[in-house]
């Protein structure tokens, strides 16, 4: 059975790499017309919505008419509105096998639920992304999930070690197992990433004993914190092969790893972080008006993107409608609060071009431009990532913090609180040098310096939660 599954991910891998990105996304918009035909005839809540609507569904026979007249879901029209089983398809409540919870960062939890046979081949799905990204059915892997608890995942190819956020457990197992092993994946957010890092150099672990790979979740991240990682596990940054920093976005009510970093575009972005006419070209925007966007890919027969109410760049709600026509709570043009644009190759080749730069080599997969949460732009114009990865533009100043911080805008100017690391104290021209990073016309007095245990918001860094950077007044 094992040899099996291994060669039924070479033959889904080698066609995939053959199929061209247009097929992909044809193919696409007839599953995703398949699920709606299934939602809207067997899920109570999704058929009194499209009544509400006035939407007959036998209207709906294009993508076109898809797009254009079904009603977008989010949080508040459906989990907040209806009850679970009138969400649910028929049935489905009797054939659970799994609940994964949104983070309820919006004060209001979305549930992604899966039946038995979807459970069955959960591992299968996790195995074949493993092995797009690391070789696992060639090399024996280690997997340490970091991740906040309640988030788990099977493999049938890689040993699982689940930590949570327990940065002793996580070094722990890395540096007793790791000799036992070809290849080391943590699997964690930035904040806890980076809380592992401190603990891990407080212990003096020498990581460059080990193969180590890094997959990011949870939230977005720049340029700067993937050089201090790769710093801190002795990586190159630019050469993914030998150690790869990859994110990966999931989405608790649709699934895990929806979108995620391959080598080709982890490149296009850290050139585009290296060359501001890159940047702009690629992009649409400046970097002194944004934060560099994640470059992601995605499957487009797990899932149809699109985006909507645009921008100027192409910029606009991150819409997504899951295709599987077995799913036990069907969303259809969910929207997730994160602004994001869609890419073709073409646009990558185009933006090279007026660049004057090398194409990259073949990509497949549709890609999303991804600038984080709605919620994340500032009132001053600036945006939260823009601070989070000032925090990493020095590694000596990175190294004296956890990386949390807190915005407040008070007065028509931005306040921001940063909380030391355990043992530092703001020493020197600390806050000259982080107000001259960050975005905007910050000065020494907005920044303020918080010893650990003193840090006001530090009670809301227990790593199982999404830490608010912002909230607005």
Known sequence: MIWHKKFLRRLILATLAKSRPETLLRRSEQCVLRAFRRAASSVPAYRKILAEQGINPGDIRSITEFKSLCPTLNKSNTFARFA????????????????????????????????????????????????????????????INCLPMGVRFTSNSVTVAETSVREDMAVAIATEFGRLFEQIIFVGDPLFLKRVTDYARDRGVDWKKYRIHLIIGEETFGENYRNYL???????????????????????????????????????????????????????????TAPLPMLFVYNPLRCYVETTGADDAGYGELTVSMNDTGAALPLLRYQTGDIARLFSRHDIARACERAGLPAPGNLVLPLVALKGRAKDQLPDGTHVGQYKDALYAHKDIAARLTGAFRLEYEEGRMLVHVQL??????????RERLAADFPGAISPDQVHIWPYVQFPYGMTLDYERKFNYFIPA
């Not at 983070?103 to 493993?130: E, K, N, V």
């Not at 690391?421 to 600390?430: H, I, P, S």
């Open 84 to 143: 679970l089983d009138e969400l649910c398809a028929p049935g489905a409540v009797d054939r659970l096998a799994g609940v994964l919870t949104s983070s309820g960062h919006g004060a209001r939890f979305g549930y992604g639920l899966s039946t038995r046979a979807q459970a069955r081949h959960a591992s299968d799905a996790i195995d074949l992304g493993l092995e797009y990204a690391f070789q696992v059915d060639s090399k024996k892997t280690l997997l």
């Open 230 to 288: 790769a710093d801190h596990f002795h990586l190159d940054a630019d050469e993914p092969a030998g150690g790869m920093i990859g994110s990966s976005m999931g989405v608790g009510e649709l699934g895990l790893n929806l979108f995620y970093e391959t080598p080709e575009t982890i490149a296009l972005r850290r050139l585009a972080y290296a060359n501001p006419e890159f940047f702009g070209a690629l992009f649409g925007i400046m970097p002194e």
């Open 421 to 430: 690391g355990r043992g530092f104290q703001a020493e020197g021209d600390l």
